[in-house]
């Protein structure tokens, strides 16, 4: 319950940062701030991303290559195949990446996950660290605590001002340049190599643990990856909100205006389609329809899932306010989503919920898709 807690508030801790005047970036290919900038609120993806000026408040990125030069006022929330991260950021870092490189300062609690995390000599981090990952290194000085989930390589070299509680770890090596003010604690197969144990001032703890990590790191791994789902989904519903506000509006409308039809033709398109896909693709002569069903299908699908928190968030958004019409706006996108989230770690129940508004999105997507389809042929 503990890790639900952490991403939840976690979450939570990103979703003001919506409320306020914010600055959108999304490019192919790459986006640059440079030195000149001072973009508020930023929030940009691409393949490469290179932030070089500051950033007022939060900074959200995503990209293959993410590179923060710039220092950050609020927090640094970014996901990528690569992340360096040299600025300064006031607040907190959530980093999720294959590899991660920390080199600035972070004024808050830096979570992290990736293959390959690395904090450098050169970071200082005020709050905790909380990371999950296959090679970890810590070399900096941590003035908080330091919890690792899982991993199959740990080398601790810099200051540690708190405890350091270690989940599941292969291979754990302590070297003599490290200080622990507080307990070491850490469940492995086997003992950790550590260079000089009175350096360690709260003592050592081992626990010996024949399989170290499956079940853990299922667990760890889906809740990172919800985490970052719901980031993706807020850059992506904000940025079509952005875009194309009227056919977001459009789509909250009509997805109330016919609920009934729109359930139905969810499950229709959901259950049908692919069998009368399949009943096509035996025919052999069918199987060009058979892929453009399946194409169509999928697509459908992928929007469905995107768009029903907004729907969510505008059915929410009317009753709080007792509106009279259903907005498509940030908040709208921000209140779906994080209900979308926190639906997702209910057993049976949340599921069953979302399940249900993914079929009136769907729906609304058939329906709109055959009315061109019609017009098309009239």
């Known amino acids: 319950m503990k890790k639900i807690y952490i991403s939840i508030i976690s979450l939570l801790l ?5 409320a306020l005047a914010a600055e959108i970036q999304f490019k192919e290919t790459s986006a640059t701030i440079d030195k000149s900038q001072n973009p508020k609120n930023l929030y940009v993806a691409s ?5 070089d000026g500051n950033v007022s408040r939060d900074l959200t990125a995503a990209g293959n290559s993410v590179n923060v030069d710039g220092n950050v006022e609020g927090s640094t929330n970014v996901a990528g195949t690569s992340i ?7 607040n907190n870092v959530r980093a999720i990446g294959q590899n991660i490189v920390v080199q600035g300062n972070v004024g808050g609690d830096l979570l992290t996950a990736g293959q390959n995390i690395v904090q450098e000599k050169s970071s200082l981090v005020t709050g905790d660290i909380l990371a999950v990952g296959n090679t970890i290194e810590l070399d900096g000085k941590i003035m908080g605590n330091v919890r690792i989930g899982a991993a199959s390589k740990v ?10 509680q270690i989940e599941a770890v292969k291979d754990l090596t302590v070297e003599n340049s490290a200080l622990i003010a507080g ?9 950790a190599n550590i260079a000089n144990e009175q350096n360690i001032k709260g003592g050592v703890e081992y626990k010996k643990q024949a399989n170290p990590d499956f079940n853990f790191n299922f667990k760890q791994v889906w809740y990172w990856s919800l985490f970052v789902k719901s980031i993706v989904l807020l850059i992506v519903l904000l940025i079509a909100v952005y875009l194309v506000p009227r056919f977001a509006r459009n789509f909250v409308n009509e997805t109330y205006k016919r609920i009934w039809p729109n359930l139905g033709w ?11 896909g399949v009943i096509l693709f035996i025919t052999l002569i069918g199987i060009p329809f058979a892929v453009i069903l399946g194409l169509i299908y999928l697509l459908m ?5 995107i768009l029903a928190p907004l729907a969510i968030g505008s059915l929410v958004m009317k ?4 509106s009279a019409e259903y907005a498509a706006d940030w908040k709208a996108v921000v209140v779906g989503a994080i209900i979308a989230f926190v639906l997702q770690l209910i057993p049976v129940i949340g599921p069953l919920v979302l399940f249900v508004f993914f079929l009136f999105a769907l729906g609304e997507i058939a329906l709109t898709v055959w009315g061109l389809f019609k017009k098309q042929r009239a």
């Not at 393949?47 to 932030?51: H, K, L, M, S």
């Not at 360096?84 to 006031?90: R, V």
């Not at 307990?183 to 003992?191: A, C, G, Q």
């Not at 699908?301 to 899932?305: E, L």
């Open 319 to 322: 009753l709080v306010n007792k």
């Open 84 to 90: 360096t991260i040299k600025g300064n950021t006031g």
């Open 301 to 305: 699908a992928i929007s469905a899932g």
């Open 47 to 51: 393949q490469t991303v290179n932030i």
């Open 266 to 276: 969810g499950a229709f398109t959901l259950f049908v389609l692919p069998i009368i």
């Open 183 to 191: 307990k070491l604690t850490y469940k492995s197969p086997n003992t």
């Open 14 to 18: 990103i979703a003001p940062a919506f």
């Open 155 to 164: 080398v601790i070299r810099g200051d540690i001002g708190g405890f350091v």
